[in-house]
């Protein structure tokens, strides 16, 4: 290795910093292997929920296409097969926030707002206009404009 050349990148560390192995607390040691099991067990349950949905999905496809009129949807059906979707691409998201948690020592901002603007994303697609108020309808467009920003701004940081 050449003396001017920078030294290599560092190698991240595989455990979150929030709950290390090691700690000189031998209860608090003992804490951190019992919440880091029950996060893996919130991850194996979230599969499920993932798998729960996506037989909900294909049930939601299935009943829309048997019903009368066969192969034809209205506009109300679209939106119930729609928020069946993005129900599953959320968990998905939220399976994928706590895989990350476990395995790196980097809290996943960005990805955590980005599974937050998919849940509003949704909340705005199955939105029945009719039956909503002026000012929960502003509340959805200020939350979804703070977390486009905030989401923008993680961006560039990085």
């Known amino acids: 290795m050449d003396k001017d050349s920078p030294p290599p990148p560092a190698q ?5 910093d929030e ?7 031998p209860l608090i040691r003992h804490l951190h292997v019992i919440i880091r099991y029950a996060v893996k067990l919130l991850a194996m349950l979230m599969v499920l929920v993932i798998l729960w949905g ?8 299935y ?3 048997m019903t009368p ?3 034809i949807f209205e506009v109300s059906d679209i939106f119930v097969i729609f928020g069946a979707f993005m129900v599953v691409l959320i968990a998905i998201e939220i399976f994928i926030n706590i895989r990350l948690y476990l395995g ?7 990805l955590v707002i980005a599974t937050a603007l998919m849940a509003i994303a949704r909340k705005v697609i199955i939105l029945d206009i009719d039956t909503i108020s002026a000012e929960h309808l502003f509340a959805i467009a200020a939350v979804v404009i703070a977390l486009g920003v905030t989401h923008w701004l993680v961006g560039k940081q990085g």
Do not use: G
């Not at 709950?19 to 607390?25: S, V």
């Not at 996506?54 to 496809?61: A, P, R």
């Not at 790196?104 to 960005?110: E, V």
């Open 19 to 25: 709950l290390p192995k090691e700690h000189e607390d």
């Open 54 to 61: 996506v037989f909900d999905v294909v049930y939601v496809l």
């Open 12 to 16: 991240p560390q595989l455990t979150h």
């Open 69 to 71: 009129p066969y192969f």
């Open 104 to 110: 790196t020592n980097i809290l996943p901002i960005r």
């Open 63 to 65: 009943s829309k296409f």
